[in-house]
């Protein structure tokens, strides 16, 4: 089994769509991470979670929300989504000896 | 707060050429550094990493990168390149907290 686990892999959606993108991580680490990259930008950070209690944004969290449900699980949802929201997103765990990605998330909003 | 910078956007070099892919970070605390691989429509994947110890890093595929405190640099390197190391490569740092910073990527592109 995969340590990050990202469900859908590839989504496609309507613009004022609700949408929620599901991570999951069997590595025990209590730091979660939402990612999304974009061509030329790298991976830029939208929320993290260092423990089910204690979620924080990232630098583009505008447009987001995120649920950490429990220690394994931590969702990113957009409330209503757009088309700038086209990306490839992230999910990802860390530990001391470095971080774990998921295989990601194609999004798209048409 | 901290930063990485890869100072290359794109790196074209020919088959069995060496090839240096440049990360500069800035942090006001001790830092682990990481270089991670993304394949073509793949997730991505660590390729080596420095926490502590000989400031040389060796990492999968032939790739090795040196920690250089003084001038805060983790250039990753790999003497010969092959047409399968095409891919975009990333840096990042991670503070005592635990934050991940990226940098902005690097395309590595291998020509026959």
């Known amino acids: 089994d995969a340590d990050v686990t990202q469900t859908p892999r590839n989504r496609i959606t309507k613009t004022g769509k609700r949408i929620m993108l599901e991570c999951s991580q069997t590595k025990g680490h209590d730091r979660m991470y939402w990612y999304r990259q974009d061509p030329g930008l790298g991976l830029r950070l939208i929320y993290y979670?260092?423990?089910?209690?204690?979620?924080n944004k990232g630098e583009i969290s505008d447009g987001y929300s995120v649920s950490r449900q429990a220690q394994a699980k931590f969702s990113l949802s957009l409330e209503s989504a757009i088309p700038n929201q086209t990306a490839l997103y992230f999910c990802?765990?860390?530990?001391?000896?470095?971080?774990?990605f998921g295989q990601g998330t194609r999004l798209t909003v048409v | 707060a901290q930063s990485v910078t890869q100072l290359d956007s794109q790196v074209p070099v020919f088959e069995e050429a060496p090839v240096e892919l440049r990360c500069n970070y800035s942090s006001s605390v001790s830092v682990y550094l990481f270089w991670y691989v993304q394949y073509p429509n793949q997730g991505l994947q660590l390729l080596l990493k420095?926490?502590?110890?000989?400031?040389l890093v060796k990492g999968i595929n032939g790739f090795e990168a040196e920690f250089n405190k003084s001038q805060t640099s983790f250039h990753l390197r790999k003497p010969s390149v092959h047409i399968s190391d095409t891919a975009e490569y990333f840096c990042?740092?991670?503070?005592?907290?635990?934050?991940?910073?990226f940098g902005g990527g690097t395309r590595l592109m291998v020509k026959p």
């Open positions: 420095y926490l502590s110890g000989s400031t």
């Open positions: 979670s260092f423990d089910v209690k204690d979620i």
């Open positions: 990802a765990t860390s530990g001391r000896q470095g971080a774990f």
């Open positions: 990042a740092v991670k503070d005592a907290g635990n934050m991940l910073t």
